[in-house]
């Protein structure tokens, strides 16, 4: 158990997709929950349902039917304006690819996201905590696969989002380029405070989480606390 607040959970979450005459169930009665402060590992096979809840939780997707709570705002009846002005406030993504506009510079593929807060930190501070100072002035196509990755966490997470949710962040990436890219989430989950989410098929990923879920089939099949987190120095894939 937990005493940190419940920063955002879903009840009963459904998604269902027709593809011709067939209804595909990407999530059936999915309780989920996120609390303050932790982060969060939804382990799961490609096809399992975590790429869809996160894009749900974070405002992306809507579902058929359940509901889903963000504090005390019901996300499930928002509109699409009410849905983005969600995402822009409160949410920051990280992909598998990293999205990054390759004619922009690391400073100005931040800037796109702090340039419409006023609240933002400015490009430079957030790619300093990437460890990125010296690559401000760099297009994506000079910066490595983990520094560009590293680059799309520092937008990410210069709006000072509420919660963080990353999407295979380490997908593309080998073993020490992908625990870098694990260290800056950790860092931020625990100098911020932001409340993380990290999806992956990689189970050595999970022992970094406060709490890990395991998806199968569109359902919950799993979910544990740890007794603590693990080291970066002991992840191997």
Request: aromatic share 6%; glycine share 8%; hydrophobic share 40%.
């Amino acid at each position: 158990m937990t005493d940190h607040p419940i920063v955002l959970r879903t009840h009963k979450l459904c998604k269902s997709y027709q593809m011709g005459e067939l209804t595909v169930k990407a999530l059936q009665d999915v309780d989920f929950t996120l609390f303050e402060g932790e982060l969060t590992v939804l382990l799961g096979a490609s096809g399992s349902g975590k790429s869809t809840l996160l894009n749900i939780i974070g405002g992306l997707d809507v579902p058929s039917s359940g509901e889903v709570w963000y504090r005390d705002q019901a996300l499930s009846g928002l509109d699409n304006h009410g849905l983005t002005e969600y995402r822009r406030h409160h949410v920051g993504f990280v992909f598998q690819f990293y999205n990054l506009i390759p004619s922009l510079t690391a400073r100005e593929n931040v800037a796109l996201v702090t340039d419409i807060d006023d609240d933002a930190m400015n490009p430079e501070d957030a790619l300093a905590m990437v460890e990125l100072s010296d690559r401000l002035d760099h297009f994506p196509a000079q910066l490595s696969g983990g520094e560009q990755q590293r680059v799309a966490i520092a937008r990410a997470i210069a709006r000072k989002p509420q919660i963080l949710l990353c999407d295979e962040p380490t997908g593309a990436l080998d073993l020490e380029t992908g625990r870098k890219v694990l260290q800056v989430i950790t860092e931020v989950n625990r100098e911020f405070g932001t409340t993380t989410a990290i999806i992956t098929h990689n189970a050595a990923i999970g022992s970094l989480g406060d709490v890990v879920v395991q998806m199968s089939s569109g359902r919950i099949v799993k979910s544990q606390r740890n007794p603590q987190r693990a080291s970066l120095e002991s992840i191997r894939w």
